[in-house]
């Protein structure tokens, strides 16, 4: 089984009103494909606070379909690679390796000021390493994290960004 996530976050002024998108591919062992769309937004926020968030709404929605799959050992894939597409440097980098730093310094940055989105990246962190764990445990790998060009002719990149800005707009 193959699970690919494309996330998107956007806003509408820098902070203003913003919205996140998920583009979600599963792949099945022989093959058949199911996609899964959705999205969400907030009257006041940040760019990188709805890439955040999106990432966050990608890992609960892949943590579902693990428990689905532990619940019904019989239904459990032979292979499980799970890969998240950002066009975000900052979710790429920040849970790639800044976030250990971050927690190593008692969330300070390299410049020893509070890293901004503590509560996201928290949360963030503690999915990646929950799943993470799971994924190691039935011997399937961790979660691959995959750096994209936004606004580059990326389809799914650009199906995330259409579902985020789509959010966003519904809160006028």
């Known amino acids: 089984m193959k699970i690919t ?3 998107d976050g956007a806003s509408r002024g820098n902070p203003g009103r913003g919205g996140w998108g998920v583009y979600t591919i ?16 907030e009257k006041l926020t940040t760019n990188n606070q709805m890439e955040l968030r999106a990432t966050i709404e990608a890992l609960k929605f892949l943590n579902k379909i693990i428990k689905t799959y532990s619940l019904h050992k019989e239904k459990k894939p032979k292979s499980l690679i799970v890969t ?25 940055n390299a410049n ?7 509560d996201l ?23 691959i994290w995959e750096y994209v060009k936004g606004h580059f002719g990326v389809e799914e990149n ?8 789509e959010a966003a707009d519904k809160l006028l």
Request: glycine share 8%.
């Open 5 to 7: 996530f494309w996330t």
């Open 26 to 41: 599963v792949t099945g062992d022989s093959g058949e494909e199911k996609v899964f769309n959705f999205s969400g937004g």
């Open 84 to 108: 998240i597409f950002t066009d975000s440097k900052y979710v790429k980098n920040g849970i790639t390796e800044w976030i250990k730093n971050w927690e190593k310094n008692n969330w300070k």
């Open 112 to 118: 020893r000021k509070p890293v901004l989105n503590k």
């Open 121 to 143: 990246w928290q949360e963030l962190g503690s999915l990646k390493e929950s799943i993470n764990d799971k994924l190691i445990k039935d011997n399937f790998g961790e979660i």
């Open 158 to 165: 650009e199906i995330a960004d259409k579902l985020a800005t």
